[in-house]
């Protein structure tokens, strides 16, 4: 992963109201921002991890299927 493409992530779900900074917890380390997830963050999350459950059993049901042909 490229230097910087952590923070644009973070930068993006926190504009899209998914994460709220929490403050610098590391004052010896600044720059460092710790964030928290929101109601909707936490919605989201569970709506992705939904789906990509339904996504692997599927592809892990085609991989069974496959190998049984074969």
């Known amino acids: ?6 923070s644009r992530i973070l930068t993006r779900w926190e504009s899209s109201g998914l994460l709220v900074p ?3 917890e590391a004052p010896f380390e600044p ?6 997830l929101t109601d909707h963050g936490l919605d989201e999350l569970n709506s992705l991890s939904t789906q990509w ?14 190998g049984r042909d074969a």
């Open 1 to 6: 992963m490229k230097s910087g493409t952590l």
């Open 22 to 24: 929490r403050g610098n």
């Open 31 to 36: 720059g460092r921002k710790f964030f928290h």
């Open 53 to 66: 459950t339904s996504f692997s059993a599927s592809l892990n049901a085609l991989i069974v299927e496959g």
